[in-house]
């Protein structure tokens, strides 16, 4: 546990691996790209969720359940939807174990289905199969429907949090009565996705569109949240896709509009996934470990105890009960820490691992003169506060860590977008700076695809808030009216 | 909607059927044997999962995530266990789809998986594999782990939460230094899942344990609680496993004790799952449809103006605003039905069919006398409560409903145990009254097997609070030291 990072300096993917793994948030299984989220990481997902199921409620929206399962058929029916998951689809293709004539057991021959099924890797085909018994008339829309759920995409290169065969997100599933209806849907959850991000988690993010090779397949549009990470590489935390009428259409869903007319209904989908994990861990963590924000944290205080045995420990205990009972009445989380078996240095390095957000030192001399020692995690610096202030000291703190963590990575994004004119520029920038840089693209999918492969990087998006001007594409030299945003990304 | 429901007496499977889906709680999907479980139905597992999830953590555990998939190998790996599972498993063989000549789209053959993949039919072998890597020393003990799950079982015949192919559960797994303290556990858990199925579901259970052929496959003993439905049939509503050291040893998971001596874990699992939500319908609900519990009723109260134009539906809604905030400063959820497209009298079907607790309806003249028709769903009885009453009365009746449905379930399943001293009487119990039928059983695998055949009745449990009394077996007439609890079950 208390072993040292490897510095981000030196080798940042290296960082990432054992940063996950010592801070005690996930670590890989026995089954291949599959990972096990511990307790500590679980428990910062549950508080996203709780947070992101609270913005969906207050946008009008209700949580269900649909099968794991989808017929091969179903996710055949939009065809740009199928190219796009049939080479990373689990396929169940029996349905018993038996025992072998040497005792070993094998999958039963006789047991095989009629049609394979899939393990989604997204829903909508399942669902719009599901949809068209709903929806009749314009009475029954808009229908608003979350699902918080596994998917699974066989992967081939996974990492923990960023690429797992198995994940957990949510997928939101909305029908409308018009394009215009729906169209605003999917920008207003891309929007609460954005204010999760930077409010919650402290990272903010560019909203944008995707250009057309990078959307989701079966989307006419896709909406976006762009993260940076430290290194100067992206990251898509978020996704909101205005579909149109392409699954309506596949799956033949209709409506009886008010003038008796019927129309193929409207669609949007969106999610966000255990990813965020690793754009939590990436954009505010350093070499001593994990910072998280305090919106998400776990533990907010823990609180260790300096002291020359067993009776001494018991006094500090006792001295600490109304400043803790006085902590949790501010709806904190306080963990006392009195452990026996460890020394208090351990213990700091401990919790500077799991990113804990205050830490509070207390020891005989603490007490003869009321003052704690109060560290925060994420400058790494302490200082002495006497006893009556401590409460309001705490609650203050926490608010300041939320808001410079958050600071600190405005300023490390800004710091790295770059504007660049020439593809020489551009590739100079990508080398040796990293970071978004904002370049002007003649529209096509080929230029995008030969800058890709000659770089590495993608257009990341579109942002929403461009502004036209005119240039030329640092590619082909062709008229361009706006600039994109470039970057390698996870 | 407003369609009425087959009575009970006529056809109680149909009853079920038909009430799960006008209740719009869950309905058949696509895929076979796979529910989906639409928002009224989701909104009330969720209910559930805040209620027991609270008193997981109040109990010491802690939520994780472990794989969807268990690799075939693991699951061979405890005998018992594998025996099992083997014949319901979901088996995942390929990673890739393809297009075939045809165009048609086809699993690919170069994509065969080395070892196939088993969905999760419950986590114990993936999670002792990952135990195993987390357990060393007496200080790794106890790990107290719950996780949120989503299972599969391939049963044959499957229906609505009750017996379905993919459902939703949680599944706790508990590593222990001692035999003692495993035990104490698994009956810990057993008392958690009777306190929640008393206090929250209103459902009262008998705490019992399993006979050896009822056994989880690789527990050593088995603690469940039993419920009883209105047609006669118990229900099993939850298990808890203790696991003696069968896990440990096929996963090799061993610690150092305090002695520094190397020794297998102890274990226990335990879990609940969507079937609480058949039990729920068929303890409570009658011919008009779902009655709920209170505390996992969704929506609390309901409104439905009863209005000559709009003009008088805004007077209406006006005159409720206060009301209605008055009632959710209160912690309740209240529904103002304005819907204009349809009658009272249809949603008054509606809301009784849907279960909600107390229904309110205000008209004109109401609001000239300042009194409010107040209907309870349990009872079908409504009354005129004048206006400045109305927050305590509503208060006061969702309490006085939440404890009348339990004592009538209560009173139903008193009168529906029945002591039995020959195995004539026992098969007229059984054909006639059914119910729990307490009888002398001499302890054999054998009779308990010949039983069932001849009469589909099973031992549903040896009850915990079993009193020693000489007897006879009824089959067999061999000596007995106690009654056990037969009953045709779910």
């Known amino acids: 546990m208390s072993k040292k990072l490897t510095p981000r300096s030196e080798d940042y993917s290296k960082w990432y691996n054992e940063l996950v793994v010592k801070a005690d948030l996930a670590e890989n299984s026995g089954v291949r790209g599959c990972?096990?989220?511990?307790?500590?990481?679980?428990?910062?997902?549950?508080?996203?969720?709780?947070?992101?199921?609270?913005?969906?409620?207050?946008?009008?929206?209700?949580?269900?359940?649909?099968?794991?399962?989808?017929p091969k058929s179903y996710l055949s029916k939009e065809a740009s939807h199928v190219d796009g998951f049939a080479k990373e689809c689990a396929?169940?293709?029996?349905?018993?174990?038996?025992?072998?004539?040497?005792?070993?057991?094998?999958?039963?021959?006789?047991?095989?289905?009629?049609?394979?099924?899939?393990?989604?890797?997204?829903?909508?085909?399942?669902?719009?199969?599901?949809?068209?018994?709903?929806?009749?008339?314009?009475?029954?829309?808009?229908?608003?429907?979350?699902?918080?759920?596994?998917?699974?995409?066989?992967?081939?290169?996974?990492?923990?949090?960023?690429?797992?065969?198995?994940?957990?997100?949510?997928?939101?599933?909305?029908?409308?009565?018009?394009?215009?209806?729906?169209?605003?849907?999917?920008?207003?959850?891309?929007?609460?996705?954005?204010?999760?991000?930077?409010?919650?988690?402290?990272?903010?993010?560019?909203?944008?569109?995707?250009?057309?090779?990078?959307?989701?397949?079966?989307?006419?549009?896709?909406?976006?949240?762009?993260?940076?990470m430290q290194d100067g590489k992206a990251l898509q935390a978020g996704t909101s896709h205005y579909l149109g009428q392409n699954f309506a259409k596949a799956f033949d869903v209709k409506y009886v509009n008010k003038e008796g007319k019927q129309e193929h209904v409207w669609a949007t989908s969106w999610g966000v996934s255990t990813r965020l994990m690793g754009a939590l861990v990436m954009t505010h963590s350093d070499d001593q470990g994990l910072v998280l924000p305090p919106k998400l944290a776990p533990i907010h205080v823990v609180i260790v105890p300096i002291y020359k045995g067993e009776e001494q420990l018991d006094q500090i205990a006792e001295y600490l009960k109304p400043f803790i009972a006085d902590l949790r009445a501010k709806g904190l989380s306080v963990k006392f820490d009195n452990r026996d078996t460890l020394k208090p240095g351990f213990k700091f390095a401990e919790y500077e691992q799991k990113g804990v957000p205050v830490r509070i030192a207390i020891g005989g001399r603490d007490m003869e003169n009321r003052t704690f020692e109060v560290a925060r995690r994420d400058l790494l610096s302490k200082e002495l506060i006497g006893a009556d202030q401590l409460i309001d000291h705490v609650v203050a703190l926490l608010d300041d860590i939320q808001k410079t963590i958050y600071k600190k990575a405005i300023n490390y994004r800004a710091s790295?977008?770059?504007?660049?004119?020439?593809?020489?520029?551009?590739?100079?920038?990508?080398?040796?700076?990293?970071?978004?840089?904002?370049?002007?693209?003649?529209?096509?999918?080929?230029?995008?695809?030969?800058?890709?492969?000659?770089?590495?990087?993608?257009?990341?998006?579109?942002?929403?808030?461009?502004?036209?001007?005119?240039?030329?594409?640092?590619?082909?030299?062709?008229?361009?009216?706006?600039?994109?945003?470039?970057a390698k990304a996870y």
């Open 35 to 70: 990972m096990v989220i511990k307790p500590y990481g679980y428990a910062i997902w549950e508080k996203m969720q709780a947070a992101l199921d609270q913005m969906f409620k207050e946008t009008g929206h209700e949580n269900a359940y649909f099968p794991l399962f989808i």
């Open 91 to 228: 396929v169940v293709t029996h349905y018993r174990l038996k025992n072998d004539e040497d005792g070993s057991i094998i999958v039963d021959p006789d047991a095989k289905l009629e049609e394979e099924l899939i393990v989604r890797p997204t829903s909508e085909t399942i669902i719009w199969d599901t949809y068209r018994r709903w929806i009749q008339s314009y009475r029954d829309l808009p229908i608003l429907i979350n699902q918080w759920a596994n998917v699974v995409r066989w992967e081939m290169r996974t990492r923990l949090f960023l690429r797992t065969a198995e994940f957990l997100w949510q997928e939101g599933h909305t029908a409308h009565a018009t394009k215009q209806e729906a169209i605003e849907e999917a920008e207003r959850m891309m929007e609460v996705y954005a204010t999760f991000a930077e409010e919650f988690m402290a990272v903010p993010v560019i909203r944008g569109i995707k250009t057309e090779s990078e959307r989701f397949a079966g989307a006419e549009e896709t909406y976006c949240i762009e993260a940076l």
């Open 416 to 486: 790295h977008i770059t504007e660049v004119n020439s593809y020489e520029e551009f590739k100079e920038v990508l080398e040796n700076k990293g970071g978004f840089v904002s370049a002007h693209w003649d529209g096509t999918a080929d230029t995008e695809a030969a800058i890709q492969e000659e770089t590495k990087a993608t257009i990341r998006c579109i942002p929403l808030d461009f502004k036209e001007e005119e240039g030329r594409c640092i590619y082909s030299g062709k008229p361009s009216k706006m600039r994109v945003l470039f």
